[in-house]
């Protein structure tokens, strides 16, 4: 079950945490998975780790701040790893204020990544899989896009609009066998929240039924599903890996 064997993905924001969980989770089910991020030496340690687990990976460099570089870094790849079946969009910033205080800057580099990335990537290579006749869209939005949450207006709208923006795919892709789906993690354990004061660490575990934060890898076991051929009947939709947290 859920084997990929065959099939080649690409991920984006994989050099660390969530990506690089994701990245794992697809090699180990037999994907080639190229890694794409900003951190050259970072995704070269994602790679021999999957290297060194039998996978097969290929660190690509890709910043989705620069959408019109996108198109270009993507046609660039190795004819023997341009054949994506597998999109996962996870990459994204955060660049926290409240409205009142938050500069247009902040706005906007948030919106660049985070959603204008994700359309540019998306753009140029669902155009193979309508061609395959075969594809799996999976974006990695927030629960924080369906919640709000005070201090991330741009995070919010940027996770919001992903939703938005995939189940439109859905729509356009069904007849092609292409699927468009979401995940949206609640409070996942990562080095940032590893750090909070730990005041803050406890109100946020007090609004988690769960009573924990989430693991990468569970965030993971969602995104291999919707990769997956058990999933061939199932498009446009979200879900939220939250404990909880949105119900």
């Not at 996108?70 to 597998?86: F, N």
């Amino acid at each position: 079950m859920f084997r990929l064997t065959g099939r080649t993905a690409l991920v984006t924001g994989a050099s660390q945490g969530i990506g690089a969980a994701i990245a794992v989770a697809l090699a180990q089910r037999g994907a080639r998975v190229v890694l794409a991020a900003r951190n050259v030496e970072k995704l070269a340690q994602v790679a021999a780790a999957i290297g060194g687990d039998g996978g097969e990976a290929l660190a690509w460099p890709l910043d989705l701040a620069s959408a019109d570089g996108v198109s270009g870094r993507l046609k660039a790849l190795p004819p023997e790893w341009s054949e994506i079946g597998i999109l996962v969009n996870n990459a994204g910033i955060t660049a926290d204020n409240l409205v009142a205080r938050m500069s247009l800057e902040q706005w906007q580099a948030v919106l660049d990544t985070n959603l204008t990335g994700t359309f540019a990537v998306t753009r140029e290579l669902v155009r193979g899989m309508i061609r395959q006749r075969w594809g799996r869209i999976v974006t990695v939005s927030s629960v924080v896009g369906l919640m709000g949450n005070a201090g991330q207006a741009n995070y919010a709208a940027a996770k919001a609009g992903l939703i938005g923006f995939s189940k439109s795919l859905a729509r356009e892709l069904a007849s092609r066998n292409v699927t468009a789906n979401v995940v949206a993690p609640g409070f996942v354990e990562t080095a940032m929240t590893a750090a909070l004061p730990e005041t803050v660490r406890q109100k946020m575990l007090s609004d988690i039924p769960a009573g924990r934060f989430g693991r990468d890898d569970e965030v993971a076991a969602a995104v291999l599903y919707f990769a997956s051929d058990e999933a061939a009947y199932v498009t446009g939709q979200v879900l939220n890996v939250s404990g909880g947290l949105y119900i």
